[in-house]
C-alpha cells in the first residue's frame, strides 16, 4: 500500500483521548506494515504535551500549533489539514462528536472516499478496502467497501479496536505549524457550557445502578433508587431517561452524557446501544438485566438475567436489606 | 273589603297610586329580564348547532324524571333533600306568585273558591318550609362548609357571600308574602270579618299571632309594605339570576329538556356534516368560545356551581389539575365577561393557554362520575373530546401520546409491534389443546366474533384474559373465531383523545373486516371495545360483553363452576367505567361472582354507578399526568376498606392499573388482582367432552 | 429566511423488527413501516419555527423514489410550504456522497439561507450535511441542539458534546447544520393534516433537470458500497444466570460481594 495513513489525535487538557492508540490498531488492520502519522491541532504547552506523549506510540507526530486552534473548532482544523495533508492519504479519526463534525467535510475538500463509524476492517483488496459498520441501532451488521484509490476518511468507533502492544517507539514531533496559512472560519466558538453537577457525580462512583428505557414510567425510577440505597450504589441511566426528564442530565451515561469507571455496573432495562456503552470505560463487571433475550446488552456483559426489571429488582433489594441486617 | 280599606290596586299614596307604581315596576322589571335573557342568549346564536329537537317523548320524560323529579338530587342526602323542599316549594309558589304580581293592579278577579282555600293552605306550608330551608341552608353553607363548595386558590375567589345573598332574598321573598298574608288576616280578625284561612304553624299563621295586636292602621301600611316588598324583590330577583349561578332556576327546565339522550357515545366534529364532508370542516374541535354548541353554553348557565361532579371526579381527587365543576365555571364567566349583559362582546381568545390549560383537558379519563351525578345534566365528556379535537388540529400533542399515535396508524396498535404478531397469544400450546381459536381470514368462519382488541392480543400479562375468554367461550359450545392479524385497535380511546380522523380510518377498516367475516354476533372481554362496537360503530352486529354473555349462561343454569378454593378470600367486583356506568351493566358480572360457590363478596362504597375509575384506558396508559397520587392506588385502598383481599375487574386497561397500584402502594401480598374472566376459568368445570365443538387442527390460519 | 431541510425515509426500527432476509443479503423489508428519519423530523420542526418568527418558508426534498414522496407530504401537513421530490434512476445506489451531490444541485438552483439535515439516518453515516457543507463551500455545524437567529445575518448554536455540555458558536449564514434529536417537540400531524395535502403538487426533478453528470452519481460514482448485511457470530456474551428469582437474585449478590458491588 502506498497511500500513508494519518491520524488525527482529539485531546483534551493535555492528555491525548483513548482514540489515539486504538487508530494505530485500527491503521494495522488497513495495511499491517503501516506505520501511521499522528495530527494533533492544538496552543500551547497543552499540544506540546501531547505530541510528547505520542512519541512513545507513533513513528511521526505532526504538530499544528496556532493560536486560533486553541478551542477545537472543526471548521478551522478542517482548513489547516487540507493544507498540510498529502493528497490520497487515509486518514483515521474517533467517529465522536469532533470526528462527525470534521469528518465528511474533510473527505470532500481532500476529494477522497469518506465511510464513518467503522467498527472493524477486513483489509485492502485492490483499490477496495474492507470494512464492517453497523446499522439500525446496532440490530444488524454490514459488509461495506470503500475504494481507497483518491485516498479516504475513516472515523472508527471509540473502543471498537484493541490498542495492540507493540514495542514503544520514539517518535519525531515534525512542527507543520508554519505550514498552514492564515486561518479565518465563518464560524466561531464562543463558550461551552456544562451542565450541573448536581447531588451526585457519577462519573467519581464505583458502583452504580443503571436504568433505560425498561424502567417504563418515571414512579418506577424509585425501585432503582431503593436498589441502588440498599447496595450503597448511585442511580444512573441511559439517554430515553432524560429525554423523558425522569432524571437529570447529570446522570446520563453515554456518548452524549458522562464516562464513568465504575468496578460494578448494572445495566437494567437498557438495550446495550453503543451510544450508551461509550459511556462505559475501564473493565467494569457489567450485569445486564433484561425482558429481551436478544438485546445487544447481553453481548458485552459478563452476567445476564432475562427478567422484568420491575419485578426483579424489588426482589433483589429485599435480599440485600435482609442480609444486611443478618451481618449487622 | 270593607271601606277604609283598601287593596294595593285601589290604594293613592303621595303622587300616584300604588297600581301605577306597580305596573310601572313590573313592566320595567319584566323589561329589564327580557333584555338581560336576550343579551345572555347572544353567544348560543353565535355558537355551533346542536340538533336537541328529536325524539320529543323521551325528552318528556327526561323532563319529568329529572327536573320535576329531581332524580338525581337524593344522591347527595341533605343537600338533596333542603333543594327537593325549595324546588317542590317554589313550583307550589308558582301560582301565588303570578296571583300577586297581578293582585297590584286589580283584584277584580279573586274569587275565592274552595280549591283556592286549599290551594292558600299549600301556599303557606309551602312557603314555611322554604323559609326553613333557605335558613337551614344559608346555616349549612356558614357552618358546615361542605368541602365540595370550597373554591381552590388557583381558581380564583370563591362567591360564598352571593350565595347567602341569594338565599337571604328569597326568605325575605318568603316572608314578605307571608307578611302580607299574615296583616291581612289580622286586620281581617280585628275587623271581625271574614277571613281567609291560615294553615296552622305555618309562617303566615305565626306571624298573623304576633300582629294581633296591632292597630289596623299600622296593620294595613305593614301589609301595603310587605307587598311592595314582595313585588320589588321578585323582579329584583328575577334580574339578578342570570347573573349568577341562580340562572339555572330559569335554565334547568330547557338544560334537561335539551339533554344529551345516547349514553357512551362522542359528539360528530360538526352536526350535521357526515363523516365524507369533514374534510370541507376548517378546523377541527374547540378552539375559542364560539366553537361550543348553544346547548354547551347553555351548560355552562346552567351549572348551580354545587360541586358534586368534582366531588366524584377521580383526576380531581388525585391532584390532577382537572376539576369538571371549574371547567363549567370558567367557561361561564367567561361569557359573562365576554359576552357582558352592559358592555360590548369581546371575544375570539384561545381557550387553551387563557382559561383552560393543556394538562388540564389531558387530565381526564372520560370516566362520566362527573355526568352522573350532575342534576342538571350538564355534560363534560363532549366538551373535553372537542377541546382535545382542537389541540389535536393545531398539532399540540403531548409527546408520549404523539409517540401511541403514531404507532396506531402504521401498526394499528398503540405499542408499534407487528401486525403478524396479533393473534400470538392464541398459539399459546396450552390454550391449543384446551380450544380452538379459529383466525377468520377467510380461511374459516364462525356466527361469533370475539373482538380482542389491542391490549389483550400483545401485553404479555392481559394476553391471560385472552385465553381465558377463549376457553370460556369454547366451554359455553360458542362457535366462535377471532379477526387476528386483520384486526387493528378498536380506536375507542383514539376518539375520545380528539384524533377523529385516524379514529375513523381504524373503525373503517375494521367495518369491512367484520362485516366480510360473515359473523352474526359480537363478543369482547374489553369494556372500550364493547362501547366503540356498540355506540361509536354503524352497520355491525350485536355486541356484549363476555359478562353478559356468562350471565346468561348462569340464569340457564348451564355454567358449572366448582366452589371457591380459599374460603379466606374476600371479594369486591370493581365497576369498570366503560362497562358500568356508561353501559350500565352492573349485575351481570356479580351474578356470575355470586354463581361461585362459597365466593365471599362485599361491596365497595364507591361501586356501580359511584364507582372510582382505576387510572383510564386505552391512550390514557401513555399519558404522563401531573398528580399526587394515582387513582389505581386510591381504588385498592377502598377495596381493602371494604375488608376485601381480592379485587375482580372486567376490563384489561383495569387489570394493568390496579395491578400497577398494587405494586406501587405496598400491597403486595396484601391485595390481588383478577380478571372475571380468569377467576371464572379458574372455576370452571368441564363439560362432557362430546357435548361441544373442538377443532381438529389447534390454530386454522392461512399463514402461520 | 429560505430554509432547505434535507430528509430521509427510513424503516421504523424502534421495536428491534430488523432482521435478516433469507437470502442473507439484506434486511427484511417485508412488514417494515417506513417513516421520515426522526432527526430531520426535529429539524423540520426547528424550520418551521425559525420561519414562525423570522419570516420566509420551508422547503423539504429527498433524495429517492415515489416511495419517497409520502414524508413530504407528511412535513407538509406540519406545516412546510412546499415538498420537492429529486429522483432518476441515475441516483439509484449513491453512496452519501452521490446523494449530497445531487443535493448540491438542486440548493443551488435557488438561494437557500439555511440547510438543515438530521445529523444522522438510520441507515446512513451522519455524512451528508457535512459533505454538502463542504460542496457548498457553506460553514457547518453538526449534533446542533439550538438555534438562536442573530441581527446581521448569523446565528448563535449550541452543539452536544461529550459529557452532556452545550459548546456555544455564532456561525455566518447561508450555512448547512445537522440537527439532533431533542432541540424541540415537534408538533403533532394527524391523518387530517395529511389528508388535506393528500392532493398537493410535488415536483420532481431528475439528473438533467438538475444539471448532474449521472457518472458522479448513483452506482456509477459511488466510492463506498454495502456487499451484504449480516449477524457477528456472537462472541462470550454475558453468562446467564438460570433458575427460580431467588436462586438468580442469590447468585448475583455473591457475584457482586466479589467484585465489590456490595458496600
Known amino acids: 500500500m502506498t497511500a500513508r495513513i494519518f491520524a488525527y489525535v482529539v485531546h483534551k487538557s493535555g492528555v491525548a483521548d483513548d482514540s489515539a492508540l486504538e487508530m494505530i490498531a485500527a491503521a494495522r488492520k488497513i495495511d499491517p506494515a503501516a506505520s501511521p502519522t499522528a495530527v494533533v491541532s492544538g496552543w500551547g504547552p497543552e499540544v506540546e504535551s501531547v505530541c510528547e506523549s505520542l512519541r512513545a506510540s507513533y513513528g511521526e507526530v505532526w504538530k499544528i500549533a496556532k493560536e486560533k486552534l486553541a478551542y477545537p473548532n472543526a471548521e478551522l482544523v478542517r482548513s489547516a489539514l487540507v493544507t498540510v495533508l498529502p493528497q490520497g492519504s487515509i486518514v483515521l479519526l474517533p467517529h465522536n462528536h469532533f470526528g462527525i463534525d470534521l469528518a465528511p467535510g474533510l473527505s470532500i475538500r481532500l476529494n477522497a472516499a469518506f465511510v464513518s463509524d467503522v467498527v472493524g476492517i477486513d483489509g485492502a483488496e485492490g483499490p477496495w478496502l474492507k470494512v464492517v459498520r453497523q446499522e439500525f441501532g446496532g440490530q444488524v451488521s454490514a459488509h461495506v467497501r470503500c475504494d481507497i484509490s483518491t485516498g479516504a476518511v475513516i472515523s472508527v468507533r471509540p473502543g471498537a479496536f484493541k490498542p495492540g502492544e507493540g514495542a514503544p517507539v520514539a517518535g519525531l514531533v515534525v512542527d507543520r505549524s508554519a505550514d498552514v496559512g492564515e486561518l479565518s472560519a465563518r464560524r466561531r466558538y464562543l463558550e461551552t457550557i456544562v451542565p450541573e453537577a448536581g447531588d451526585v457525580d457519577i462519573s467519581k462512583e464505583p458502583v452504580l445502578v443503571s436504568i433505560g428505557r425498561g424502567i417504563q414510567e418515571q414512579d418506577n425510577v424509585a425501585i432503582a433508587q431503593e436498589l441502588a440505597e440498599a447496595m450503597g450504589a448511585v442511580v444512573s441511566c441511559s439517554r430515553p431517561v432524560v429525554d423523558a426528564k425522569w432524571l437529570p442530565k447529570s446522570r446520563q451515561v453515554g456518548s452524549s452524557g458522562q464516562t464513568v469507571k465504575p468496578k460494578v455496573y448494572l445495566a437494567c432495562g437498557i438495550s446495550g446501544s453503543f451510544q450508551h456503552l461509550a459511556g462505559l470505560k475501564g473493565s467494569p463487571f457489567i450485569v445486564a438485566i433484561n425482558k429481551n433475550p436478544k438485546a445487544p446488552i447481553f453481548q458485552v456483559a459478563d452476567v445476564g438475567i432475562v427478567t422484568d426489571m420491575l419485578e426483579f429488582l424489588p426482589e433483589l433489594t429485599s435480599r440485600i436489606r435482609a442480609m444486611k441486617q443478618v451481618s449487622v | ?425 392464541a398459539k399459546d400450546k396450552d390454550l391449543q389443546r384446551a380450544c380452538a381459536v379459529k383466525v377468520l381470514d377467510g380461511s374459516s368462519s364462525a356466527q361469533t366474533l370475539y373482538f380482542v382488541d389491542s391490549i389483550t392480543s400483545y401485553d404479555d400479562r392481559i394476553q391471560a384474559i385472552g385465553r381465558a375468554t377463549a376457553r370460556i367461550l369454547s366451554e359455553a359450545g360458542e362457535n366462535f373465531g377471532i379477526l387476528g392479524a386483520g384486526e387493528k385497535d378498536s380506536g375507542h380511546d383514539v376518539r375520545r383523545f380528539g384524533e377523529e380522523m385516524l379514529f375513523q380510518a381504524l373503525r373503517d377498516h375494521n367495518v369491512a373486516a367484520i362485516q366480510a367475516s360473515g359473523v352474526t354476533r359480537i363478543v369482547t372481554s374489553d369494556p372500550h371495545a364493547y362501547n366503540a362496537l356498540k355506540h361509536d360503530y354503524k352497520d355491525v352486529p350485536p355486541v356484549e360483553h363476555i359478562s353478559q354473555v356468562l350471565a346468561r349462561e348462569v340464569r340457564h343454569g348451564r355454567l358449572n363452576l366448582k366452589p371457591v378454593q380459599d374460603t379466606g378470600n374476600v371479594y369486591a367486583y370493581h365497576d369498570p367505567c366503560y362497562l358500568g356506568r356508561h353501559n350500565q351493566v352492573y349485575d351481570d358480572p356479580r351474578e356470575v361472582l355470586d354463581a361461585i360457590p362459597e365466593l365471599r363478596r362485599v361491596e365497595m362504597s364507591r361501586c356501580r354507578d359511584r364507582s372510582f375509575c382505576c387510572g383510564g384506558g386505552g391512550l390514557m396508559l401513555f399519558y404522563e399526568p401531573d398528580e399526587q397520587e394515582r387513582m389505581g392506588v386510591k381504588r385498592v385502598q377502598m377495596a381493602a376498606e371494604a375488608g376485601a383481599n381480592v379485587i375482580v375487574t372486567a376490563c384489561p386497561f383495569c387489570m394493568v392499573n390496579i395491578e400497577d397500584a398494587i405494586k406501587v402502594s405496598g400491597m403486595e401480598g396484601k391485595m390481588t388482582a383478577i380478571d372475571l374472566t380468569e377467576l371464572v376459568d379458574q372455576h370452571l368445570v368441564p363439560r362432557v367432552p362430546e357435548s361441544h365443538e373442538r377443532g381438529a387442527n389447534a390454530l386454522v390460519h392461512a399463514n402461520t | ?256 460481594k466479589a467484585k465489590g458491588g456490595l458496600q
Open chain 3, 1 to 256: 429566511m429560505e430554509i432547505l431541510v434535507c430528509a430521509r425515509r427510513v424503516p421504523d426500527s424502534s421495536e428491534n423488527e430488523i432482521q435478516l432476509n433469507r437470502a442473507g443479503n439484506d434486511i427484511e423489508r417485508e412488514d417494515l413501516v417506513y417513516s421520515i428519519n426522526e432527526p430531520d423530523n426535529y429539524a423540520v420542526e426547528e424550520a418551521l419555527q425559525i420561519v414562525a418568527k423570522a419570516g420566509g418558508s420551508v422547503t423539504v426534498a429527498t433524495v429517492g423514489t415515489d416511495e419517497d414522496e409520502e414524508i413530504l407530504r407528511r412535513e407538509m401537513a406540519m406545516g412546510a410550504n412546499r415538498g420537492v421530490l429529486l429522483s432518476d434512476e441515475a441516483f439509484s445506489e449513491s453512496d452519501g456522497r452521490g446523494i449530497a451531490t445531487v443535493l448540491k444541485a438542486f440548493a443551488q438552483k435557488n438561494h437557500y439561507d439555511l440547510i438543515l439535515t438530521g445529523v444522522q439516518a438510520e441507515d446512513g453515516g451522519a455524512q451528508v450535511g457535512g459533505m454538502l457543507a463542504a460542496m457548498l463551500d457553506y460553514p457547518f455545524a453538526s449534533l446542533v441542539n439550538s438555534i438562536e437567529v442573530l441581527e446581521g445575518n448569523k446565528l448563535k448554536i449550541g452543539r452536544e458534546i461529550e459529557g452532556g455540555s452545550k459548546e456555544l458558536s455564532e456561525i455566518d449564514l447561508p450555512c448547512v447544520l445537522s440537527i439532533q434529536t431533542g432541540i424541540n417537540e415537534p408538533r403533532y400531524v394527524g391523518m387530517r393534516g395529511i389528508r388535506q395535502v393528500a392532493s398537493l403538487e410535488i415536483p420532481t426533478y431528475g439528473a438533467s433537470d438538475l444539471g448532474i453528470d449521472k457518472g458522479s452519481v448513483g452506482a456509477a460514482g459511488a466510492k463506498v458500497k454495502r456487499d451484504d448485511y449480516f449477524i457477528p457470530a456472537a462472541g462470550k456474551g454475558a453468562a446467564m444466570l438460570q433458575g427460580s428469582t431467588e436462586e438468580i437474585a442469590g447468585k448475583l449478590i455473591e457475584l457482586m
Open chain 2, 1 to 425: 273589603m270593607s271601606e277604609g280599606m283598601l287593596t294595593p290596586a285601589h290604594v293613592v299614596q303621595w303622587l300616584t297610586s300604588v297600581q301605577t307604581l306597580v305596573a310601572i315596576i313590573q313592566v320595567l322589571g319584566f323589561a329589564c329580564f327580557v333584555f338581560i335573557v336576550t343579551r345572555r342568549l347572544a353567544p348560543l346564536f353565535r355558537a355551533e348547532r346542536d340538533f336537541r329537537l328529536d325524539r320529543p317523548w323521551l325528552r318528556a320524560q327526561t323532563l319529568l324524571k329529572y327536573w320535576f323529579g329531581q332524580w338525581k338530587h337524593p344522591r347527595y342526602r341533605v343537600a338533596g333533600a333542603l333543594h327537593l323542599l325549595i324546588f317542590a316549594g317554589f313550583l307550589i309558589l308558582a301560582t301565588r306568585a303570578f296571583y300577586l304580581l297581578v293582585f297590584g293592579l286589580t283584584d277584580d278577579f279573586a274569587t275565592p273558591s274552595t280549591i283556592g282555600r286549599a290551594y292558600d293552605v299549600v301556599a303557606d306550608y309551602a312557603a314555611t318550609i322554604v323559609f326553613m330551608a333557605v335558613l337551614a341552608a344559608a346555616f349549612r353553607r356558614i357552618i358546615f362548609k361542605p368541602a365540595r363548595y370550597a373554591v381552590p386558590e388557583k381558581y380564583g375567589k370563591g362567591h360564598p357571600g352571593d350565595a347567602i345573598f341569594l338565599l337571604a332574598l328569597i326568605a325575605l321573598l318568603m316572608f314578605s308574602e307571608s307578611l302580607f298574608e299574615a296583616s291581612r288576616a289580622a286586620v281581617q280578625a280585628q275587623a271581625e270579618m271574614p277571613g281567609e284561612f291560615l294553615a296552622i304553624l305555618s309562617l303566615p299563621w305565626i306571624l298573623q299571632g304576633s300582629l294581633q295586636i296591632a292597630p289596623i292602621t299600622a296593620l294595613w301600611k305593614l301589609h301595603l309594605g310587605a307587598y311592595l316588598v314582595d313585588v320589588v324583590t321578585f323582579y329584583f330577583l328575577l334580574c339578578y339570576r342570570p347573573f349568577g349561578i341562580q340562572f339555572h332556576v330559569e335554565t334547568s327546565l330547557f338544560n334537561v329538556m335539551f339533554a344529551k339522550l345516547d349514553r357512551g357515545t362522542v359528539k360528530p366534529v360538526r352536526w350535521g356534516v357526515s363523516d365524507s364532508d369533514l374534510d370541507q370542516v376548517k378546523s377541527f374541535g374547540v378552539k375559542k368560545f364560539e366553537d361550543f354548541t348553544w346547548k354547551h353554553i347553555l351548560d355552562f348557565y346552567s351549572c348551580a356551581d354545587c360541586g358534586r361532579c368534582s366531588d366524584n371526579c377521580p383526576a380531581n381527587a388525585v391532584g390532577r389539575p382537572l376539576s369538571p365543576r371549574f371547567l363549567t365555571i370558567k367557561a361561564r364567566d367567561y361569557a359573562f365577561d365576554h359576552f357582558p349583559v352592559f358592555g360590548k362582546t369581546n371575544n375570539s381568545h384561545a381557550l387553551i393557554g387563557g382559561i383552560y390549560s393543556e394538562d388540564e383537558v389531558w387530565s381526564c379519563t372520560t370516566c362520566g362520575a362527573c355526568e352522573e351525578e350532575c342534576p342538571l345534566l350538564i355534560e363534560y365528556i363532549d366538551k373535553i373530546v372537542d377541546l382535545r379535537r382542537g389541540m389535536v388540529d393545531d398539532g399540540n400533542v403531548p409527546k408520549s401520546i404523539q409517540k401511541a399515535l403514531k404507532a396506531l396508524e402504521s401498526r394499528g396498535n398503540p405499542y408499534g409491534k407487528m401486525e403478524k404478531k396479533r393473534a400470538d397469544w
